[in-house]
């Protein structure tokens, strides 16, 4: 029995949703667009009431100078890449390792230990956020870009073990076999042989775990207070205390904020794509 051609759509279906995509994309990037415009304007328009009408002026290097040269968003954006940097390579390291370990041996606890990972993914932040606070402070971790660093790499590394094992899975295990008949010690055939077949997942993950700590607020503000250890995420807030409804700094500083993991993504595209449709097409 052969099976059932794909019937095409509607004309009808078509022109519509080539007409909707567009107004869903305008609304969806609305926000974004109207916190650009506010960034760019004067304190004036906001005195006036010009909140979306044209910019009576365009305060484009004044506002963003302003917030590098005024306020302490160097140092947080120097405190999230010291953050966010280790943290990608730590977890992205680990996981490769504990993936290939679960993916590849056969042993009684596999697959307990394997859940064991990324049982952590399931639990609400909020529970876990006095515990975490308690410990950071009796490790005298609290208040420091390494004891963000260390947590952020503990809770990552499970889901990036489910992504890592999951994708060496997906190998020819045929590859391990001749490499073991070969003498090939193990340690080399994940360096020479597994290893250099997952740079497309190790490309994408990364791309992931960078966006999802640069972004993250919740534990950069339970975890650190001050200057000195704060990322932009949580550093930002105090704009609303220094730069008192003057939304056109507190916009310039948003954007700001927004820029590097939008750029990482652009950056990796290629490499992103191919490691989350690797193994969809046989």
Same mark, same amino acid.
Request: overall charge positive; hydrophobic content about 55%.
């Given at each position: ?73 160097? !140092?947080?954006? *120097?405190?999230? $890449? %010291? ?5 990608? &390579?730590? /977890?992205? @390291?680990?996981?490769?390792? +504990? ?88 340690? !080399?055939?994940? *360096?020479?042989? $597994? %290893? ?5 997942? &190790?490309? /994408?993950? @990364?791309?992931?775990?960078? +966006? ?71």
């Amino acid at each position: 029995m052969f099976p059932t051609p794909i019937q095409k759509r509607p004309r009808s279906t078509q022109v519509a949703y080539q007409a909707l995509v567009p107004v869903a994309l305008i609304l969806w990037l609305l926000p974004l667009i109207a916190v650009a415009l506010f960034s760019i304007r004067p304190l004036a328009d906001f005195s006036n009431g010009n909140y979306w009408g044209w910019p009576s002026s365009f305060e484009l290097f004044t506002n963003y100078g302003r917030v590098f040269l005024e306020s302490d968003m160097p !140092r947080y954006l *120097w405190n999230s $890449v %010291l953050i966010t940097v280790p943290t990608v &390579i730590g /977890a992205v @390291a680990l996981s490769c390792m +504990t993936g290939f370990a679960l993916g590849i041996y056969r042993f009684r606890g596999n697959l307990l230990i394997f859940f064991m990972f990324i049982a952590g993914n399931f639990v609400p932040f909020q529970i876990l956020m006095v515990p975490v606070r308690d410990l950071t402070v009796d490790l005298n971790l609290y208040d420091t870009k390494l004891g963000l660093v260390l947590f952020h790499v503990a809770f990552q590394t499970g889901f990036c073990t489910l992504f890592m094992r999951n994708f060496i899975r997906a190998l020819p295990y045929e590859l391990i076999e001749a490499a073991r008949v070969e003498g090939v010690a193990e340690w !080399r055939i994940f *360096w020479y042989v $597994v %290893l250099p077949l997952m740079k497309p997942a &190790i490309a /994408a993950l @990364a791309v992931l775990i960078f +966006t999802f700590i640069w972004n993250d607020y919740f534990w950069a503000v339970v975890l650190t207070q001050g200057p000195d250890a704060q990322p932009v995420t949580a550093g930002i807030t105090s704009f609303n205390s220094q730069f008192v409804a003057q939304y056109h700094l507190m916009s310039a500083g948003s954007i700001v904020a927004a820029l590097p993991p939008v750029a990482m993504f652009f950056l990796m595209q290629r490499h992103f794509i191919a490691g989350l449709t690797l193994g969809a097409v046989k």
